[in-house]
């Protein structure tokens, strides 16, 4: 079956701390990875994807990840986090071809402290 | 350019009730997708519409239901709301092309409360 393992469910950390998030997925065939992120009171907006190539992957933000294909992993990580980054943090994976549905992980809330 | 829409932005409804969502897609989008985000989780896949066709449809019951139209909006119809029902509703817009990946930008959702 399909899944999105998302292990952080709650991360408090302090400003200029550094960031990994682990995301592991369960997909048959060729995969899409993302991560999108959602700021108090504001929709979802795309950090980064991986569709494939160079399997470190720079977003916006400072953001970036790593597709590991033998570990099933597409972690988020940031060297120094800022206040402004408190928000939730979906990973997601979805097919190459086919219907294009996202399949999400739970979430991880951070909470970045001043 | 125009981001992705969606209206109203809050609902309550009562057990019973039908309700309509509807959704306008990002400029130059052919493809509309539909999630319900239940609090504390992740956003869940109700259906796909491409080209004003269902496209795919993940584990949600015949009483949801959508549209396409020919400019590429789209609505959600949810029968015999149940109070399960509560959650916020995504919108996702997409331009699909043969082949290869692409990216879905999501509206800022309507939030439906079934009393």
């Known amino acids: 079956a399909q899944s999105v393992s998302q292990h952080n469910h709650h991360v408090i950390l302090s400003e200029a701390a550094s960031l990994e998030l682990g995301c592991n997925y369960s997909?048959?065939?060729?995969?899409?990875l993302f991560w999108y992120v959602q700021y108090p009171g504001q929709h979802l907006q795309l950090l980064l994807k991986?569709?494939?190539?160079?399997?470190l992957v720079k977003g916006i933000k400072g953001f970036e990840a790593e597709f590991i294909k033998s570990k099933f992993s597409f972690n988020l990580r940031k060297p120094s986090v800022q206040w402004s980054d408190t928000a939730e943090y979906f990973c997601a994976a979805g097919p190459g071809s086919g219907t294009y549905k996202y399949i999400f992980g739970t979430g991880t809330r951070l909470k970045v402290l001043a | 350019e125009t981001g992705v829409t969606q209206s109203p932005t809050h609902l309550i409804k009562t057990r019973g009730q039908q309700v309509t969502l509807r959704c306008s897609s990002q400029?130059?989008?052919?493809?509309v997708s539909w999630y319900q985000q239940a609090l504390g989780q992740g956003p869940q896949f109700i259906f796909q519409?491409?080209?004003?066709?269902?496209?795919g449809r993940g584990n949600f019951p015949p009483r949801f239901s959508g549209l396409q139209f020919p400019n590429y909006s789209s609505e959600l119809n949810v029968n015999a709301l149940e109070l399960d029902d509560s959650a916020l509703y995504l919108c996702?817009?997409?331009?699909?092309?043969?082949?290869?990946?692409?990216?879905?930008?999501f509206g800022p959702g309507t939030r439906l409360t079934v009393l």
């Open positions: 400029s130059g989008h052919n493809t």
């Open positions: 519409y491409y080209r004003e066709e269902e496209n």
């Open positions: 997909y048959g065939g060729t995969v899409n």
């Open positions: 996702a817009s997409s331009h699909q092309q043969a082949g290869g990946g692409h990216e879905q930008f």
């Open positions: 991986y569709f494939s190539g160079d399997p």
